[in-house]
């Protein structure tokens, strides 16, 4: 079955530095792929969307890319700030109207 | 303002003792989602619905109930709540039949004693 990980539970970058997670799945390429952001006791927001036969996604400071050949998606935070600091998540869908989320990676901007 | 709302936003329980959780949206969305988040597990679905009367399981459905009679409501159910239920509960939602954007609720944390 389809599995998802995002291959870092905490991550810990200079403020003003580019943070990037990483998101990878298994199987099967799903039609899109997506990133949230969670504060904590929150609900998760939704930031970005990549669809397959996209390779890359601006908005702002953020950017996502999605590489179906290594079953791969980096999310990149530029020039990051303290405020940047939540648990991001990404999540795809299941080709079968289930969505499966990540366990999260917790970025800690340093000032 | 467009939201996805969800009461009680805490509730404390004894095993066995039926409850429902509401979820309510007004953004005339299609698709409905309940899940679960638990340390170390991360977010995990538990039903879904494409459209009013059109539900169907997630990945841990077990000892949940849902219904859609709605398009605005999707309540959740558990009638024999047990201490494995404990959790921090999100209904989401989105537009049209491709989920696509999920706009969450502000989440119902839920302690079975």
């Known amino acids: 079955s389809q599995k998802i990980e995002q291959n870092s539970e905490a991550l810990n970058i200079q403020e003003g530095k580019t943070a990037t997670l990483t998101c990878n799945y298994t199987?099967?390429?799903?039609?899109?792929l997506q990133w949230y952001r969670q504060d904590p006791g929150r609900g998760p927001v939704f930031l970005l969307l990549?669809?397959?036969?996209?390779k890359e996604k601006r908005k702002e400071r953020l950017k996502v890319t999605f590489d179906t050949t290594l079953k791969q998606s980096l999310f990149h935070i530029t020039a990051s700030q303290p405020a940047d600091s939540a648990t991001y998540l990404c999540?795809?869908?299941?080709?079968?109207?289930?969505?499966?989320f990540g366990k999260g990676t917790r970025l800690h901007i340093l000032p | 303002e467009a939201q996805v709302t969800q009461n009680p936003r805490y509730l404390i329980t004894v095993t066995g003792k039926k409850l429902t959780v509401t979820c309510s949206q007004n953004?005339?969305?299609?698709?409905m989602s309940w899940y679960r988040q638990d340390p170390g597990l991360g977010l995990r679905q538990i039903y879904y619905?494409?459209?009013?009367?059109?539900?169907d399981k997630g990945d841990v459905p077990e000892g949940y109930k849902v219904s859609r009679k709605e398009k605005r409501n999707f309540p959740l159910i558990l009638e024999s709540p047990s201490p494995n239920q404990t959790s921090l509960y999100f209904c989401?939602?989105?537009?049209?039949?491709?989920?696509?954007?999920?706009?969450f609720g502000p989440g119902t944390r839920l302690l079975v004693l």
């Open positions: 989401a939602s989105s537009p049209g039949t491709e989920q696509e954007t999920q706009y």
């Open positions: 199987n099967y390429s799903p039609a899109y």
């Open positions: 990549i669809r397959e036969n996209e």
């Open positions: 999540a795809l869908d299941m080709m079968n109207d289930k969505i499966i």
């Open positions: 953004m005339n969305h299609e698709y």
């Open positions: 619905s494409m459209n009013v009367e059109v539900t």
